[in-house]
Antibody, heavy 116, light 107 residues
Framework: QVQLQESGPGLVKPSETLSLTCTVS???????WSWIRQPPGRGLEWIGY???????YYNPSLKSRVTISVDTSKNQLSLMLTSVTAADTATYYC???????????WGQGALVTVSS | DIQMTQSPSTLSANVGDRVTITCRAS??????VAWYQQKPGKAPKLLIY???TLESGVPSRFSGSGSGTEFSLTISSLQPDDFAMYYC?????????FGQGTKVEIK
């Protein structure tokens, strides 16, 4: 059973960089992995994905500020989002891609608040 | 971007009811659609992928259908555990996008 666990600071100051890590256990990291976020009380937004080769694709709405990477030796993927504002306050999820874009395993989510 | 418009936003129903949620895509030829259930404070759970394929372990009362621009999720007999938010998602074109959600509540 694949399990995903997000970790990282729960509070980030405006203009700084949000950094999260997702640790994958119970399965191979040989897949596509995405980050998805959900502002409080709102819907879901796909941020982008990384493949275990390191190839990535980002949502154009965030592309200039986002970096997603994978460390296969640690079974971890990471998310960096620069120049954050209050609009980036959300629960951030990592998720495993099942078959080209449907997500069958999700982390429990990490709430990140952007505030001074 | 392909916009996914869900309807209704809120659905009030009784246990045992048959309910249908619809998702309309802003562009044609959308083939790859998934449906998720989300409960408060929890991550979404995959129910349906490729528009109509039931995810392993999901009860058979859930079904998906549709093609092109119109997709639907049907719950054949609503159970107490089914009261939740539901989201559709397209993964035919980048960026992958979600509908705004449908809240299924007790009538």
């Amino acid at each position: 059973q694949v399990q995903l666990q997000e970790s990282g600071p729960g509070l980030v100051k405006p203009s700084e960089t949000l950094s999260l890590t997702c640790t994958v256990s119970g399965g191979s990291i040989g897949s596509y992995w995405s980050w998805i976020r959900q502002p409080p009380g709102r819907g879901l937004e796909w941020i982008g994905y990384v493949y275990n080769s390191g190839s990535t694709y980002y949502n154009p709405s965030l592309k200039s500020r986002v970096t997603i990477s994978v460390d296969t030796s640690k079974n971890q993927l990471s998310l960096m989002l620069t120049s954050v504002t209050a609009a980036d306050t959300a629960t951030y999820y990592c998720a495993k891609d099942k078959n080209g874009g449907a997500f069958d395993y999700w982390g429990q989510g990490a709430l990140v608040t952007v505030s001074s | 971007d392909i916009q996914m418009t869900q309807s209704p936003s809120t659905l009030s129903a009784n246990v045992g009811d048959r309910v249908t949620i619809t998702c309309r895509a802003s562009q044609s030829f959308v083939d790859w659609v998934a449906w998720y259930q989300q409960k408060p404070g929890k991550a979404p759970k995959l129910l349906i992928y490729k528009a109509s394929t039931l995810e392993s372990g999901v009860p058979s009362r859930f079904s998906g259908s549709g093609s092109g621009t119109e997709f639907s999720l049907t719950i054949s007999s609503l159970q107490p555990d089914d009261f939740a938010m539901y989201y559709c998602q397209q993964y035919t074109g980048y960026p992958w996008t979600f509908g705004q959600g449908t809240k299924v509540e007790i009538k």
